[in-house]
Every structure is written in structure tokens, then in C-alpha cells.
């Protein structure tokens, strides 16, 4: 999958995802959306996930990319969590948008022989599979 196609993918999921910021108050956005989480920690979780992957991204562009042990993703969420949930929406969304962009520029900042399975799966899996993954729960809260 070409970069041109990843950046398609991304910008179809990320629209009604964005769709959903505009209007959003503090009030709706701590409306529970899972037994632990607000809508607002739930968008934080997207967030702090975007900006993992640029950072992954940068460092397979730098070539310091040592890899990823997965089954720690509980963890790091409970990490993701605790970090951001006392922050204002009005920072969460600003996060959300600062780190699609970083997470956007990281993949285009890639060079083509860089692009294996492994960086498309940190930005596939990081954005568009990972918006189109929260959409629904996050649009049967809001209404």
C-alpha cells in the first residue's frame, strides 16, 4: 500500500471522527464511554496513540526503530490514561490535531524504502483502523 493510499484511508476515517469535535462540549465529553473513560479520555487514547506512531515513524526514519513487544497495550493505555485525564478539552482536542499532524508529516517524512509491513502498521493501526475502532462507541454517547 502506497503512501497516497494511506493518506486516503486516513483522511475518510479521520472526517467523521473530526465531525464529531465540532460542538462538543466539556459537559458531553464527560459523558462515560466505557466503564473507565470519557468521550474526552477516549479521544486522549486516539491522541496519544497518533503521536506513538510519529514517534515510531521518526524513529524508523533515523533508524533507531528497535521494535515493538506487543501485549503491553493494557498497560500503556492505563499510562496514556493517567497522563491525560485531568487536562481540559479544549487541550485534548488541540492534542488530537497536533498529533494526527506530527503522526501525517512522520509518514510522509518516510522514505518509500522505509515503508515495510511494520510502518504501515503503526500508522494503520494508530489511525484510520483506530478511529473507524472508537467511531461508533464515541457517536452512540454523543447522540
Known sequence: MSKDELFRLEQAAWAPLHDLLHGLN???????YTDLWTVKDGLAHIACWQAEAAQMLLQMREGTYEGWEDGHEEEINARFHEATRELPL???IASLHASRSRMLEELDR???DLLDDEARSWFVESGHEHYEEHLEGLRAVLG
Open 110 to 112: 518516510l522514505p518509500d
Open 90 to 92: 479544549d487541550e485534548v
Open 26 to 32: 466539556p459537559e458531553a465529553a464527560d459523558r462515560p
